[in-house]
Every structure is written in structure tokens, then in C-alpha cells.
T-cell receptor
Framework: EPEVTQTPSHQVTQMGQEVILRCVPI?????FYWYRQILGQKVEFLVSFYNNEISEKSEIFDDQFSVERPDGSNFTLKIRSTKLEDSAMYFC?????????????FGPGTRLLVL | QKEVEQNSGPLSVPEGAIASLNCTYSDRGSQSFFWYRQYSGKSPELIMF????GDKEDGRFTAQLNKASQYVSLLIRDSQPSDSATYLCAVNSGGYQKVTFGTGTKLQVIP
């Protein structure tokens, strides 16, 4: 069964450094998402991406964040200058065509720790 | 602000009992409702989805939706220790199908 994959599984970085989190959505899916979950808190929507552009973003997704689909398979989340509060699990998800009945399947996540 | 509310628990049930998990949501325009299971340090895993009012059964799991009351529930019959996890209620509301999650209910099934 196809699945969403994410790399790396763990990332440790120093405050102020740039990080890039990578995702490979399920092939032939058209809508892509990033969510994050701070330890002990709920899963929060960050951004959705369709047709090579951001379709919606939350207030969390400020100028420090960017997303890109650099080729036909990868979907990346870049944090330009990491802060301590960016420490969280980051999940990528995708759905086929954007129908309301479609289920979002999540990747295994990247645990980001900012020191 | 579109909210999804869940009792954080923990909800403790003995093995073999029925576990009942509840969720309310604020956006009347919500169309799709999901239950995910999340083990500690892992990603959310889909258990059930429901779109129409009423009950939907899948094995030991039954999802119930009441749009008039803005209420979703999940029943787990014959609960097993392996069901011990945090159960996330999630609601699809609005365009581009982003999902809003509740804080989750931690379920403990006691052997």
C-alpha cells in the first residue's frame, strides 16, 4: 500500500539555523499538507499546497516558513531561522484530488529539536 | 476560530468493555469527520471516517455523527490493551480540505 514518507526522522539543530524537512507524498496525489505537534499538544495545521502554490496557511506559518515542491516527488518545509518553540513533530500529509470525502494519510513525522 | 473539543482523559476501561469517546465541533459547515489513533511519538493513524448523520460500523469500531448537535463519537467494543492510545477527533472544514484536530482523549484499557 502506498504511503507518505518523511526524512529525516529526527533533526537536532541550533537556534537560528535553517532546516529543511522532506516529504514524499503518495504518488498521483495533488494536495499536500504540513502539520506540527508540539509535545503534549494537539496536531496543528500549518499549510496546504496545491498546483505548485500555497492554497491556505495558518497564523503559525509566518515568514520563517516556506514550502516547495522542487520536483515531481518531494515536498519540503523550510524553517529559515529556527526558534526554540519550533521544536515539535512535523507531519506531512496528502490527498488525491481535494474532495471532502478524501482522507488525509500522514507520514511518520520528523521530530525537530531546536537547542 | 474553528474548534474541536475532546475530553483529554485519561479514560480507563477494563479489557472487554466498551470505550466511548466524544467530540464536539464548532463549525456547522464541517463536512467530514475522522477518528485517528495516535501512539506516543507516532503519527496519527486513521481509524474511521464519517460524513453522514447516523452510525457507521467497522469491525469493533462504530462512529456516530449528529450534525444538528455538532457531535461525533467513537465506540470501541471489546476493548483490548492494544487499543490503549490517544484518540484524535478531526474535522474537515472549509476549502482545500485542511483538518482541524481536537486535543485527543487518552484511552487506557486495563487487562
Amino acid at each position: 500500500e502506498p504511503e507518505v514518507t518523511q526524512t529525516p526522522s529526527h533533526q537536532v539543530t541550533q537556534m537560528g539555523q535553517e532546516v529543511i524537512l522532506r516529504c514524499v507524498p503518495i504518488s498521483n496525489h495533488l494536495y499536500f499538507y504540513w502539520y506540527r505537534q508540539i509535545l503534549g499538544q494537539k496536531v496543528e495545521f500549518l499549510v496546504s499546497f496545491y498546483n505548485n502554490e500555497i492554497s491556505e496557511k495558518s497564523e503559525i506559518f509566518d515568514d520563517q516558513f516556506s514550502v516547495e515542491r522542487p520536483d515531481g516527488s518531494n515536498f519540503t518545509l523550510k524553517i529559515r531561522s529556527t526558534k526554540l518553540e519550533d521544536s515539535a513533530m512535523y507531519f506531512c500529509a496528502s490527498i488525491p484530488t481535494g474532495g471532502f470525502q478524501e482522507t488525509q494519510y500522514f507520514g511518520p513525522g520528523t521530530r525537530l529539536l531546536v537547542l | 476560530q474553528k474548534e474541536v473539543e475532546q475530553n483529554s482523559g485519561p479514560l480507563s476501561v477494563p479489557e472487554g468493555a466498551i470505550a466511548s469517546l466524544n467530540c464536539t465541533y464548532s463549525d456547522r459547515g464541517s463536512q467530514s469527520f475522522f477518528w485517528y489513533r495516535q501512539y506516543s511519538g507516532k503519527s496519527p493513524e486513521l481509524i474511521m471516517f464519517i460524513y453522514s448523520n447516523g452510525d457507521k460500523e467497522d469491525g469493533r469500531f462504530t462512529a456516530q455523527l449528529n450534525k444538528a448537535s455538532q457531535y461525533v463519537s467513537l465506540l470501541i467494543r471489546d476493548s483490548q490493551p492494544s487499543d490503549s492510545a490517544t484518540y484524535l477527533c478531526a474535522v474537515n472544514s472549509g476549502g482545500y480540505q485542511k483538518v482541524t484536530f481536537g486535543t485527543g482523549t487518552k484511552l487506557q484499557v486495563i487487562p
